[in-house]
């Protein structure tokens, strides 16, 4: 069943905060489930999870997903930094009280072979706890479209790891959306919704 979300972004923007506008206002504006951004370091410790979980409880909210800071190293030392933060992401998804996880790829990647060890690493916790781990597009990232997706698939099969389609991005890259989900249809577990002006072009709509 397809269920709605509506992201943190939405109320706090990039910034690192309690998350305040979207206590105040989500639940009345009639949304019931979040996505929450955490791409800070203070926002994935247990205390913000225990935070986030209760103040979720007292505004009538329930947490989806956790959307964190990108995957993809170029070196040893970053694939093993890059790692220990999905890991710690998986932990901060459960005590969220979600079972998924959402990240994108660096744009500063070199290729998706940093991306595919770190998936490696991570790929037994995620199974064993049934967390997902949802793979973003970006039109700018190593990670942009079908062949780029398959490439992964390719090294790595894994129920737990699929995509986090954002129809935008895809669209500025230069693929249709239906295109992609006849492709890779079923290896969608995660939606980001945005709209593009312009086919092949960066030029997203307004949130809202």
């Keep these: 069943m397809l269920e709605l979300a509506v992201s943190s972004l939405t109320y706090e923007g990039f910034a690192d905060t309690q998350y305040g506008n979207l206590f105040a206002k989500a639940f009345r504006e009639g949304y019931r489930n979040v996505e929450f951004n955490c791409w800070h370091a203070a926002s994935l410790t247990p205390d913000r999870m225990r935070y986030l979980r209760k103040r979720c409880a007292d ?25 220990a933060h999905k890991l710690r992401a998986i932990e901060a998804a459960l005590e969220l ?20 060890e770190e998936l490696a690493q991570i790929e037994p916790l995620a199974r064993k706890e049934q967390v997902l781990i949802c793979l973003e597009n970006h039109c700018s990232n190593p990670l942009a479209v079908s062949a780029d997706y ?12 699929g995509i986090a389609l954002d129809g935008g991005h895809l669209e500025a ?24 002006r312009y086919f092949g072009r ?3 709509c307004r949130f809202g």
């Excluded at 505004?59 to 790692?83: D, M, Q, T, Y």
């Excluded at 009280?97 to 595919?116: I, N, T």
């Excluded at 398959?150 to 790891?161: G, T």
């Design 97 to 116: 009280g979600c079972r998924r996880v959402v990240a994108s790829v660096s744009e500063k990647a070199g290729s998706l072979d940093g991306v595919v």
């Design 59 to 83: 505004a009538g909210l329930r947490p989806v997903a956790l959307h964190v800071a990108a995957f993809g190293g170029n070196s040893s030392e970053e694939i093993a930094w890059n790692a």
């Design 202 to 204: 960066k030029s997203f």
């Design 173 to 196: 890259a230069g693929e249709e959306i239906a295109s992609f989900i006849r492709l890779l249809g079923d290896r969608i577990n995660h939606l980001h919704l945005k709209e593009d």
């Design 150 to 161: 398959q490439v992964i698939f390719d090294r790595i099969d894994s129920p737990q790891i």
